[in-house]
């Protein structure tokens, strides 16, 4: 009886062999597999160049988002144009705004080293210049004109005081009139000894002197004047002709980069106040070292590469930021201690990823840019804005953290997102402006199809990652294994998982085992064993229920028969690890009209789709026994010893078969379990996780020892998902387990009770003695009690 309901072994896993991998299928794989929409998208977002087409990569971690837009991104980049340089120098006229230079792709760097020569030249040309014969010789014969004009004064000076008998002495700078005796200078004391009219004359005289002479210097102020700017005219006309052979190259060289015709310009202006500050012989002598000229210099006229391609890099770059914390992203300034005080200047502002991704593509990750506090703002300003600014996000709560504004650098970027489809939801839902500037959606798949061509493209990734990574070679064997893998994390024969990052994986732990045996390549065992292991290290809790059921501490039988109760179906997913149980269903039916119960529901451990697969037997009941009287029914429903919550309708079938043995008192096999949703028509529906339910209660049966008579039922729509492990295969070849596929409830109620279920005929009769025969007669009978009671009720 229901012998059609068996699956044979050859539908419990996928059978596949390597026919399709020819090595031109191989060859023509570029790129993750099966993912064509997601590539078809990421190519145009790519490609167009117009404002608010950037990307959101949207897809689970481990799907190869990263992978294969760095990969597609690093190639199409390399046809791109490289980008523009970008330095930072002094604004001389105003420090605190930091100017920036635009050059040519790079040409930064080669730019800093001409400036470092130039400082060399500059600090072997000085103080050097300054001690020429020719310097020297016009220094002279300026000072050499002041001094005889200066003397030329004095002369008529000394000249009247002869005249009136009186002396003029010369001590540097300040002049002094003695009276004279027998032309011989008196002194102080022979002054006093004087008659008193000799002194009041030498008084008057000396008046008169002393006012002639502020006449004939009267202009000495100017002399000096003249004197100075004569000597600074000198000093920069030899600063300039020493200055011109160096800064003529340069100004040749990058005659056609304005931004630095006009920073050489500047440094050249100003070059002429720092030579006569620090490098003048005068003061060379007193405090500078060369060490500290060539950090003034340094300091002050080398600009700060921001950024520049290298000369061995062609195109656009590809910047991945895997910590965009806001200084990060934007760049930022740092900060020098001098005597407790903060000091900085341009030479201290530092890139972000947005300075090395200009001209090019900028991938981040979508959830840490909403982690981080300012990011997503500052990051939409900068794309609308078309400029990166660095400044202190914290300005803005009015803390002053930056005392320096660089100019702006214009940006022209592609910005790629890459998240979880909650996150592009919660983006597009919470902000009006997400769509404006991510307008292009790379919609990574979960599961990609078992095609020839597909199949081909994810061998060729397992035998280049393994490659790639320094790992032994895969032989056939061991990629038909971790296809079958694959398969069986989509929960698909037909479907490979996009998740290839956990095949990547056991191919690392097989590869260490290889290693340890020495053998010289990585074969199915090892990929067995590499799957095993992986599985012991995470079955610990499995263990330790399985230990519970064998104990008898968690009751669940797998021989015998029983009225009420059944083995339904579990997968728990803790940590890194899922896993099958079963678990014991229990029901009771008693008259009443409070319906069904759901324990489960009732104190609240019940999540919402569970209850509603509960709710659902009422909606069968009605529909298939209570069309000629009305469906009064108490009955409660449980989960055995489960004292967490419970989710999914997975369990709706076993529940109904359950209620119906406890209606009908007819007892269900307790070596079967069942796992399935349902209609309220009574169609049995796929559920999830199939291959581990089927395998949990497998390993209880095999610990206890298989009869032969130990079976499991699952829906018929979810044969396309059993992947099961070779023990569950071997046992159903040799007959010591059975796996059977129902379409509806009633070969559900017939196997378990073994039993026909009945079809109900053109009047809505079921056969005799069938089980739905027996369902309608204890539902009626518990109706009519109620009427009964009712009735009674009415006359007392």
Known sequence: MLEHLKLPPSDLKLAIDLYELTPAQISRHHGIVGQARAQSALAFGVAMKAPGYNIFVMGEPGTGRLSMVSHYLTGYAEQQESPLSYAYVDNFENSREPVAVELPSGEGHTFSKDIEKLIDNILATFPAAFESPSYQQKKTAIERRFNQRYNAAIDLVDS??????????????????????????LDEEQFTLLPQEERDAFHQHTEELEEYLGDVLLELPQWRRSLVEELRQLDTDTIKLALEPLFASLNGKYQNVDDVITYLAEVEKNLSNTISDFLMPSRSQESRESLAKRLVLTEQYLPNILVDCKHDANGAPVIYEPHPIYQNLFGRIEYLSDQGTLVTNYRRICPGSLHR???????????????????WEGLKRALQAGKIEIESPYSELGINTITLKPEVI?????????????IYYLLEEMDSEFNEMFRVLADFDDHIKRTPDHIAQFTQLMITQARDSGAKPLTDAALLRLIEHSCRLAENQNRLSAHVNNCLEIIAEANLLANQTKAASIDKTEIELALSAREQRNGRISEAIL????????????????????????????????????ARITTTVHPGSRGIVDIEREVELGQPIHSKGVMILSGYLGHCYAQQFPLAISASIAMEQSYGHIDGDSASLAELCCLISALTRIPINQGMALTGSINQYGEVQAIGGVNEKIEGFFSLCAARGLTGKQAVIIPTSNKPNLMLNQQVIDAVEQGLFTIYAVSDVDEALCLLMNQEAGSMNAEGQYPEGSINFKAVERLKEIS?????????TETG
């Open 784 to 792: 009519d009690m109620s009427s009964d009671d009712d009735k009674d």
């Open 547 to 582: 230990e519970e059921m064998l104990e008898g501490t968690i009751l669940i039988d797998t021989d015998g028969e029983a009225i009420g109760k059944v083995n339904g179906l579990t997968v728990m997913d803790i940590g890194g690890s899922s896993f099958g149980a079963p």
């Open 410 to 422: 214009p940006l022209n970027v592609k910005v790629i997102l890459v998240g979880s489809r909650d």
């Open 160 to 185: 009247k005081a002869r005249a009136m008998s009186v002396a003029l002495y010369r001590d540097s700078d300040a002049i002094t009139f003695l009276p004279i005796r027998n032309d011989k200078a």
């Open 357 to 375: 991704a200009n001209g090019g593509y900028l991938i981040l990750d979508a959830e840490k840019i909403l982690t981080y506090p300012f990011v």
